[in-house]
């Protein structure tokens, strides 16, 4: 499957943004997905992930309560609405495709491109 992720952008500390993940290929519906951020400097990180039916979530305790993960399998798309952005959210995202339900990213067999979100303060 291949993914393309959008939505990123420059936005002011306390604004939201919502990423976009495009897939096309293998039947998307039957991926989980997930969605990873890599700071400056730093180890890319779990943010969030979602099963193949989007009935189940699962989101970092460093964004709970501010990002939100959701899929449309209809349209072959997941998203991650990102509210109440801080500073510290500044990072590349990479939406990822994987047969299992993880939070861990050498469980993902495909991998977005990613798209830049910076939060200025």
């Known amino acids: 499957v291949q993914l393309q992720a959008c939505g990123g952008g420059l936005v002011q500390a306390g604004g939201s943004l919502r990423l976009s993940c495009a897939a096309s290929?293998?039947?998307?519906?039957?991926?989980?997905m997930g969605w990873f951020r890599q700071a400056p400097g730093k180890e890319r990180a779990f943010v969030a992930v979602?099963?193949?039916?989007?009935?189940?979530?699962y989101v970092a305790d460093s964004v709970k309560g501010r990002f939100t993960i959701s899929r449309d399998n209809a349209k072959n798309t997941v998203y991650l609405q990102m509210n109440s952005l801080e500073p510290e959210d500044t990072a590349v995202y990479h939406c990822?495709?994987?047969?299992?339900?993880?939070?861990?990213?050498?469980?993902?067999?495909?991998w977005g491109q990613g798209t830049l979100v910076t939060v200025s303060s």
């Open positions: 990822a495709a994987s047969s299992r339900y993880s939070l861990f990213n050498h469980n993902y067999q495909y």
């Open positions: 979602i099963n193949s039916g989007g009935s189940s979530t």
């Open positions: 290929g293998d039947p998307f519906s039957t991926y989980n």
